[in-house]
């Protein structure tokens, strides 16, 4: 196809718009390798780019049929070199960023850490494509010489091979395998569409010890799968992880105070979060199998809780025994609230990780949705002890908030900075769900199950906001050694619950006699809402030294 009329010349799209934080990101407190512009790696000297130049377009195709936009990046530092290119669907704001490399001094010459190609193969072109275009794109993937890997595609307008010049390679001991994520474009329906596909793309193996660097590139495939071990690109790998560029204690506080975010509840929320302290001064209890008659107070931080161990079910906690105090304890206190804060390395110290550990004392029971009949599900859901999270993501090169993790059930959800809603600045908005405390960035109602018949996650705004900004404590950092010392409470690896001992068959026979559609719903439900087991706490999560799911 040619190029556009004039009338899709002015049109503009998300795209169109560079994403900015609400506020200029604050000056960090001096020190370390934080925040400083580069990161080292052995071998490397990295540059985060997020200023871009606009290759080609595609106006169809892709998430929403927006179709992808595709791009080189621009203001590259002297003596630094392109990976590869970006690109991104066209249905958010410009919001992303890509790493450019320099050989550091030591290993340049003959066996240097970056080389050119030694030519390109075309990989496909939107040539005899009927889409709507700017002009013709060709997407092109580098052929690394031996011992070297290529790190991202290369896109032009015109047939020729791009200049050997473009682009540099890798050399292999500093990549890490790479594994296909979140779909950008095709000119089908979708990313299953076996013909030409664009995917983000992150290292395979992700969590606090794993070295693989998320460089920012795309990947390319045109009718081939996906599996992991033969994509045609690499990801960096980090291979002295020495951690140099992770944030220390102070800046570790400065980023929390400038983005932890205002939580609200539901105007309806009968159970509150509360901190552990409240929790156990208030008359938690201490259970001992084979002792249940002889259950023990628990000390304020928790220090005669059993230490280390497994989820073995010898031990577990309860609200207090008497029938009062057991229900003003199960409402908790958000007065008392505090956020504990998981500081942790990702992508090879190249981001930080904030989990920030949410306790509430009592989990309330599910509500299911048929049709547009709201039927509460009497116990179905409830549990003592409920630990959720959410995570902030940040940038080492320059401390920017980048995405927030917030976690829902068993499960949860990424959301990218232009898609959070703020206020007070940097602070983004998070919402908890009535009852079950799953986290969403929108208020409203979210369904979990199927069509006919769900379970409701009901949001709303309401006097009643958590800033997790005030009074959180940092209580874990591996990576800063004997700088944070964990509570007590944090290394009691047991259930913060009893096992519930409802039947639940014998629950939903109850209310599948009124709405036979829960009978479907009963394979569909979380497993936390069939939760016999009490919950355990933050460091028995997997995503403890993982990635968020």
């Known amino acids: 196809m040619g190029n556009q009329s004039s009338s899709n010349k002015v049109e503009t799209l998300p795209i ?10 604050p000056v960090w407190p001096q020190g370390g390798g934080f925040a400083t512009g580069t990161i080292n790696i052995e071998g ?24 992808a936009t595709f791009f080189e990046p621009a203001g590259v530092p002297e003596g630094f070199f392109t990976l590869g290119h970006y690109s991104q669907p066209n249905n958010t704001p410009l919001f992303g960023s890509i790493l450019v490399a320099k050989d550091e001094p030591s290993t340049s010459g003959d066996n240097g850490a970056l080389k050119k190609p030694v030519d390109y193969t075309l990989v496909w072109s939107s040539k005899s494509q009927k889409i709507k275009q700017d002009k013709v794109g060709y997407v092109w993937l580098p052929t690394a010489p031996d011992g070297y890997k290529a790190l991202g595609n290369v896109v032009t307008t015109t047939p020729e091979k791009p200049s050997l010049d473009k682009i540099r390679c890798v050399r292999s001991d500093l990549t890490d395998q790479c594994e296909t994520h979140s779909w ?67 800046q570790l506080q400065a980023l929390l105070q400038a983005y932890s975010p205002l939580m609200y509840l539901h105007p309806d929320e009968k159970f509150q979060p509360a901190s552990t302290k409240w929790y156990f001064t208030n008359g938690a209890l201490l259970f001992k ?7 023990v107070p628990i000390d304020p931080t928790g220090s005669n809780l059993p230490q280390g161990g497994e989820n073995d079910g010898a031990f577990w906690l309860d609200l207090p025994a008497d029938k009062a105090n057991r229900e003003r304890v199960k409402k908790g206190d958000f007065k008392s609230f505090q956020a504990y804060v998981h500081a942790k390395p990702m992508f ?23 049709g547009l009949i709201d039927v509460p599900l009497g116990k179905i859901g409830e549990h003592i002890g ?29 959301v990218e900075a232009p898609q959070l809603e703020f206020q007070s600045g940097n602070k983004s908005v998070a919402y908890s769900s009535l009852n079950g405390h799953a986290i969403y960035p929108k208020a409203g109602v979210v369904m979990q199950g199927l069509d006919e018949a769900g379970i409701k996650n009901e949001t709303a705004k309401s006097d009643m906001v958590v800033d997790m900004g005030v009074g959180f404590e940092i209580v874990s950092g591996e990576y800063l050694g004997s700088a944070i010392v964990e509570p007590p409470w944090l290394n009691y690896l ?41 919950p355990t706490g933050p460091k028995l999560k997997r995503n403890w030294s993982g990635d968020e799911v």
Not at 348 to 368: C, E, H, I, Q, S
Not at 389 to 406: A, I, K, P, Q
Request: aromatic share 10%.
């Open 16 to 25: 169109d718009t560079t994403f900015k934080l609400p506020a200029n990101i």
């Open 44 to 67: 490397l000297k990295l540059f985060e780019i997020s200023t871009f130049n606009k290759v080609w377009r595609t106006l169809e195709g892709g998430p929403g049929n927006a179709g």
């Open 184 to 250: 950008i474009w095709g000119p089908g329906k979708s990313s299953d569409d076996n013909g030409f596909n664009v995917f983000e793309v992150r290292p395979s193996n992700r969590g606090i010890h794993a070295p693989g660097v998320l460089v920012g590139t795309f990947l390319a495939l045109n009718g081939e799968t996906t599996t992991t071990s033969s994509l045609p690109i690499s990801c960096l790998k980090n291979t002295n992880m020495n951690f140099s560029s992770m944030p220390s204690l102070t």
């Open 289 to 295: 199998k084979g002792e249940e008659s002889k259950p």
């Open 348 to 370: 090879g110290g190249t981001f930080t990780d904030l989990a920030m550990w949410v306790f509430y004392p009592f989990n309330g029971p599910a509500t299911a949705k048929v």
């Open 386 to 414: 409920d630990w959720e999270h959410l995570t902030l993501r940040v940038s080492n090169f320059n401390g920017e908030l980048r995405r927030v993790y917030l976690s829902q059930h068993s499960n949860g959800q990424w």
């Open 494 to 534: 047991r259930q913060w619950g009893p096992k519930i001992s409802y039947d639940l068959a014998k629950e939903l026979d109850k209310l599948k006699k009124v709405f036979p559609a829960l009978q479907a719903l009963q394979d569909n439900l979380p497993n936390e809402l069939l939760g016999e087991e009490g």
